[in-house]
């Protein structure tokens, strides 16, 4: 059981690149979410998703895309990078329903540099 | 608008030293206030609570909710080194998606 797993780990990109993380998850959970983590910020939601092919905008959507094709799978995309988007991303997955608190299980995280 | 703010921003102790961190909220349809201890990587979940006056117990740290004054605490007693990390604070709403608002964190810094 891995739990939620993403890759890469580490990347380098020049200004107007794409790119696209992917984040799988095997605990067959309905939501998954994707965070960005800057220094002095904790985590801001960038999109979420609440089930196999439905996504929403979250805190700080501008510039990324998602996908949610397969349940298990959460795709985050940056079409032209930008410095400004220099960060630590992690995904996250949890239970559907207001049963219980919400808790969200992490990732390791995705340490992106744009040059 | 939500907010999750939490103090100190940082704090060094040494070994053995006994400290308290400070969540405060303001969220609209409140469903819970979750920690999280993060280490380098990912965060890792320590306690979720969600009734006023109860306290949650994991060995040396412990957590209690005032749902009237919109605040938590997490205790952390008898330090070591391994508790250095940046502790976070998360509240819930009672809504579609279990989003989470999250503090900036409390860096935490155990020295030997």
């Known amino acids: 059981n891995a739990g939620v797993t993403q890759t890469p780990k580490f990347r380098v990109l020049k200004t107007g690149q794409s790119m696209t993380l992917l984040c799988a998850q095997d605990m067959n959970h309905e939501y998954m979410y994707w965070y960005r983590q800057d220094p002095g910020m904790g985590l801001r939601l960038i999109h979420y998703?609440?089930?196999?092919?439905?996504?929403a905008k979250g805190e700080v959507p501008d510039g990324y895309n998602v996908s949610r094709l397969k349940k298990q799978n959460f795709l985050l995309g940056l079409e032209s990078a930008a410095p400004s988007q220099t960060s630590v991303y992690f995904c996250a997955s949890s239970y559907s329903g207001l049963a219980g608190g919400g808790e969200q299980f992490f990732g390791p995280g995705t340490r992106l540099t744009v040059l | 608008e939500d907010k999750v703010v939490q103090s100190p921003l940082s704090l060094v102790v040494h070994e053995g030293d006994t400290v308290t961190l400070n969540c405060s909220y303001e969220v609209t349809n409140f469903r819970s206030l979750l920690w999280y201890k993060q280490e380098k990587k990912a965060p890792t979940f320590l306690f979720m609570l969600t009734s006023s006056g109860i306290e949650k117990k994991s060995g040396r740290l412990s957590s209690i909710l005032d749902k009237k004054e919109l605040f938590s605490i997490l205790n952390i007693t008898a330090t070591q080194t391994g508790d250095s990390a940046v502790y976070l604070c998360?509240?819930?709403?009672?809504?579609?998606?279990?989003?989470?608002?999250f503090g900036a964190g409390t860096i935490l810094r155990v020295k030997s």
């Open positions: 998703s609440v089930g196999e092919g439905t996504t």
């Open positions: 998360a509240v819930g709403r009672m809504e579609y998606g279990n989003k989470l608002v």
